[in-house]
């Protein structure tokens, strides 16, 4: 487990099964009815008290294990929240589309309505964790979270200045208005900033990687966050380049039954 090769493939592994799962349970949902969407959520939520008794268990325990389950712990508490947002229970106020006649700061209202919710509990939470974890050893679990977090932040921002491709194909029935107040366009003064800041701490984790190169702990966690921004990084150039990037997960989606 002290591989840092074992850490990476880990990575890439549940960025694409979380990915992959989450997508076939809300279009799971969407085949079985509107109802269903919110159950899910709701049938689901020990996951998050799993992550969250995770994340707390390993903060004062600095080893590969606990490095390991940090890691692990951040993930699921993440991916309960994307979930809720995917299946509408913790959205916005907003569930309009935008009208087409909408624009400058208006639009900005309009769009930040739909994901108000989600983004204020998101910020809560990534404050209590940042608490948690102040003078604890293992700080893994909540940089985990910090970087999902931002690399989030930075795709909405993107696709609300504009990037040239979008890919709406997944959104699930209950967020399927958020297509309209995405901007199918040339990249914006943000893209860069945000390719540049995505460079700039990958770069930053891999040098934390040849520092703890002795330390089996800090390398294994260094090598997660590093993974985890460099595909966070590949996801923003999705928005730019001709990449059939959704086949990925199209062939594990649920397929709609016949009547």
């Known amino acids: 487990m002290s591989n840092p090769w074992l850490a990476v493939s880990l990575v890439l592994f549940l960025w694409w099964f979380l990915t992959g799962a989450i997508l076939y349970m809300v279009k799971w949902a969407d085949y079985k009815g509107q ?57 916005g106020p907003n569930n309009m589309e935008k009208p087409s006649d909408v624009c400058g700061f208006e639009r900005f209202v309009l769009a930040w ?78 893209y860069p900033i945000s390719i540049l800041s995505l460079l700039l701490t990958s770069a930053f984790w891999v040098q934390n990687c040849i520092i703890n190169l002795e330390n089996q702990a800090g390398l294994i966690g260094f090598s997660f966050l590093a993974a985890l921004t460099i595909l966070a990084l590949l996801e923003h150039w999705f928005m730019v380049l001709a990449v059939p990037d959704a086949a990925l997960w199209r062939w594990m989606l649920p397929k709609p039954r016949v009547k």
């Open 113 to 190: 309505r739909t994901v108000a919710y989600s983004e204020i509990v998101l910020f809560v939470v990534l404050l209590m964790l940042l608490v948690a974890t102040l003078g604890k050893p293992n700080s893994f679990g909540f940089l985990t979270f910090l970087v999902l977090y931002f690399c989030r932040l930075s795709a909405k921002i993107n696709l609300f200045f504009g990037v040239p491709k979008i890919n709406t194909e997944f959104l699930p029935m209950p967020v399927r208005h958020l297509a309209t107040h995405f901007k199918v366009a040339p990249t914006s003064w943000f």
């Open 35 to 91: 109802k269903f969407h919110k159950f899910l959520s709701l049938m689901l939520f020990p996951f998050l008290l799993f992550g969250v008794y995770g994340f707390f268990h390993t903060l004062n325990d600095y080893s590969v294990i606990d490095v390991y389950l940090a890691f692990i712990s951040a993930l699921l508490i993440w991916a309960w929240f994307e979930l809720a947002f995917l299946t509408g229970m913790l959205t």
